[in-house]
């Protein structure tokens, strides 16, 4: 019972911060925002020449955003390990 | 039959992944999914002889180190982590096979990885369900 007490207060004052950080963000699909103008045309106009590749979404999920995709993929590998754990192959 | 041919097309994405649409992620599922087709024909023995679990979980491993260890190539050049061009990586042609430095080789990677979860989720859940 005082354990999942915890676990409630825990997930109470997460969900509050994290809520408390999506005030900060921008309106979405908001013009003036650089996020959403700036940047992708950046992508588009400098992609091939500063990737080399010819596919704009590889250039930014492997290149641009490669840290994003390591931890994808450490993602994957988690999950594989929990199912690992729970229903181990003889 | 088909085996063969969806391995290959799979192959092609993650090959191609920096030039055409596609990538790592969408062609390790097409290499993953050919094994699965294979194991529903023919069963979990069979499929476990052509793949065993030892290899899925080594591939697995395999495909994650493969990308930090990319990333390192960033590091011992002199650059960040992760970095392609900025770490004087050759880029290439673009729109050639052999081009745009690092996405390539990552995306191969990424493939292998996503195919053997793919495939070793799949043969976990059923031998759990047999």
Redesign the interface.
């Known amino acids: 019972m005082k354990k999942h007490l915890v676990a409630l207060v825990i997930i109470v004052l997460c969900s509050y911060m994290l809520l408390q950080a999506m005030i900060e963000l921008p309106e979405y699909g908001s013009a003036s925002v650089p996020a959403q103008n700036v940047v992708a045309e950046r992508y588009l106009a400098h992609g ?1 020449a ?6 704009i ?3 930014i ?3 641009y955003r ?2 994003d ?2 931890m994808e ?2 993602v ?2 988690t ?2 390990l929990a ?2 754990i729970t ?1 181990k ?1 003889k | 039959m088909v085996v063969p041919f969806i391995q290959l097309y799979g192959l092609y994405i993650v090959t191609h ?8 992620f969408a062609g390790g599922t097409v290499l993953g999914v050919s094994m699965i087709l294979y194991t529903l024909v023919y069963g979990l023995d069979q499929s476990l002889k052509k793949v065993s ?1 030892r290899v899925s ?1 080594t591939l ?2 395999f ?2 180190m493969w ?2 260890a990319i ?1 390192l190539v960033g590091v011992l050049r002199g650059a960040n982590f ?1 970095m ?2 900025g770490a004087g990586v050759p ?2 042609q ?2 050639q096979l052999f ?6 080789v ?2 191969l990677g ?1 493939g292998l ?2 195919a053997s ?1 793919v495939l ?2 799949f ?3 059923i ?2 369900a047999e």
Do not use: M, Q
């Open positions: 091939i500063e990737s080399g590749a010819t596919n979404v590889s250039n999920i492997v290149d490669a840290y995709t390591l993929t450490t994957l590998f999950a594989i199912v690992l229903l192959p | 992944g920096h030039l055409s649409p596609g990538g790592g679990h979980t697995e491993s495909g994650a990308y930090a990333g992760l392609n061009r880029l290439g673009p729109g081009s745009s430095g690092l996405v390539a990552i995306t990424v990885k996503v979860t070793s989720l043969e976990i859940l031998e759990e």
